[in-house]
């Protein structure tokens, strides 16, 4: 029965979408941006351009559309510190902004996890 209960579920979620669907269509400020926006890609076609060209050229007319573009790219996150092991039995240097690297995890297997957290130089 559950299957059941989940096609009905399903054939209502599909029908209030349609209505949605159908009200967004008689939207009139929706029929003009789908136009502007059909408008745009046969220029693009006319003229052979991409989007990324139309960008630039929208760049050079307002700076500020890529200053926003940048702005939105950028991570609030910080990047992790550079880490150097140097092992001390081989004289091998590892440098890793993670833990998780392969060579560090051998030496963690084969020296163990304290020993190898005292090759870290500064």
Do not use: C
Not at 60 to 83: C, F, L, N, V
Not at 88 to 95: A, F, Q, R
């Amino acid at each position: 029965m559950a299957k059941i209960n989940d096609y009905y579920q399903k054939k209502q979620l599909m029908e209030k979408l349609a209505d949605e669907i159908n009200q967004l269509e008689q939207d009139q400020s929706l029929k003009r941006e789908l136009a502007f926006e059909n408008s745009i890609r046969e220029l693009m076609k006319e003229y052979d351009k991409s989007p990324k060209h139309v960008l630039q050229i929208l760049t050079a007319i307002d700076p500020s559309i890529a200053g926003a573009k940048a702005e939105g790219s950028t991570s609030t996150r910080a990047k992790r510190p550079m880490k150097t092991y140097k092992n001390p039995h081989t004289g091998e240097v590892v440098k890793t902004r993670g833990g998780n690297h392969k060579v560090l995890n051998e030496w963690r297997e084969k020296h163990g996890k304290e020993a190898v957290q005292s090759w870290q130089q500064d």
